[in-house]
């Protein structure tokens, strides 16, 4: 039997997926809830990683706008330093909402605690105003480049968990997160719910759609793919904001000589 690339691919990626999951419940030991949390947004990054394409990176910190406001701190922020770059103190990051793709929350075990903590995260992020962008096109009249601004999208808001409180045959998952989220059917803050278990849910144009889980992971596998083939539409949507004007004062005026 001949084994596809595609098989190879799925096993191999499963395998890291397993990792993670694995290593999640082995540090349920630890009384530290501070060690608990950063050990796994560290699982997270491992397990993102391998699928991120060249140019984008894992980090962890606060999204920050041009205008000097800051998002509440972030567990895993999935940014494109080819857009802007960002600022490291040891290893928390201030990253540019610009440059920004996804910001992720990370829970141990999703509580209802855990998803207003999501949501206010999320709207956070949505309270920075991005820079306008800029992408470029050629005049067909006299060949040069000729800038079209266009508004910068916000990163996806994201929320995992490796467990839940609630009951298996109780309330979803979902069904919570509409209870704590007014716009939850029309703009909602978080646009990814994934929890380790339960399923895997995500927001469009027509709505919410869920994937129940399975013993093989496929909730979380669907949360890298789909992360995975979202990205590369992010990054050109977010095209060339100027990164001149986070350093540039907004009062300096500027005379002719």
Known sequence: MTVTSTNIFKSAFLGEVRKAVHSSQNIDGL???????????IVM??????????????????????TGEMSSQIDVVLYAPGILPAYFYSEQGLFPVEAALYNIEVKSILTARGVKEAIASARSVRALQPLPSFHWTTDVQNGRLVPLMTNTPWPVSAMFAFGSDLAPNGQSEIERYRTYDEKANEDPAVQVICVVGRGYWYFDRQGWRFLEASEDL???MMLLGGTANTIPELVAAKGSPKFGQYLQSEDAQFEAV
Do not use: C, F, N, W
């Open 31 to 41: 009384d530290h809830q501070g060690m608990k949390g950063r050990i796994r947004e």
């Open 45 to 66: 990054t491992d397990m993102y990683r391998p699928v991120l394409p060249p140019g984008v990176t894992v980090g962890t910190g606060k999204l920050v706008s041009a």
């Open 218 to 220: 496929r909730e979380v």
